[in-house]
């Protein structure tokens, strides 16, 4: 009932992610649903690896479209399996570098996040919320590091945050 009501967003990261998917929130339409999968590497992978937003309509990442953003990963079941082709899914974030370790699980079409075909609902296998702050990553831009307070992925939670509040009026 949480999902067909028009007036809620969510967020699953890793674990969130897999029982998003598990349970066919985010691809509610579909009849073949998407499935996560164990790495291909058949081991936990951990670790700090690039994405890119692509044009996307996720309440969350929409207005970080074209950014490439380090973040971190941590998982043992992390393959986004997608039986149907690229662009019946709504792809939110991707991994940068296809091969491994760039994609560290093998996910098709180098995915790392989907979202809700309204954009409300967000499934992500990294974890941008261990990203916040640029003394978490294991790399920032040395032009940047002493002069950015937070790093890019706030940005995502201050987005949740406007949408709420301009529902609430």
């Known amino acids: ?3 067909r009501r028009d007036d809620t967003l969510s ?4 674990n969130g992610c897999q029982l998003m998917i598990h349970l066919g929130l985010i691809t509610p339409e579909h009849e073949q649903k998407p499935q996560m999968l164990h790495n291909d590497s058949h081991k936990f992978e951990s670790g700090f690896v690039s994405v890119e937003i692509p044009e996307n309509h996720s ?5 970080l479209t074209g950014s490439k953003l380090g973040v971190w990963i941590a998982h043992g079941e992390g393959k986004f399996s997608l039986p149907k082709a690229k662009d019946d899914y709504h792809i939110a974030a991707q991994y940068v570098y296809p091969e491994y370790p760039g994609n560290p699980n093998g996910s098709d079409y180098n995915v790392a996040a989907l979202c809700s075909s309204d954009g409300r609902h967000l499934a992500m296998m990294p974890h941008p919320e261990r990203a916040i702050f640029p003394w978490q990553w294991a790399y920032y831009p040395a032009n940047r590091k002493n002069r950015d307070e937070i790093s ?3 940005e995502a939670f201050v987005n949740a945050r406007k949408w709420i509040e301009k529902r609430k009026k």
């Open 1 to 3: 009932n949480f999902y």
């Open 152 to 154: 890019p992925w706030l």
């Open 59 to 63: 309440v969350m990442l929409e207005t």
């Open 11 to 14: 967020l699953g990261i890793c």
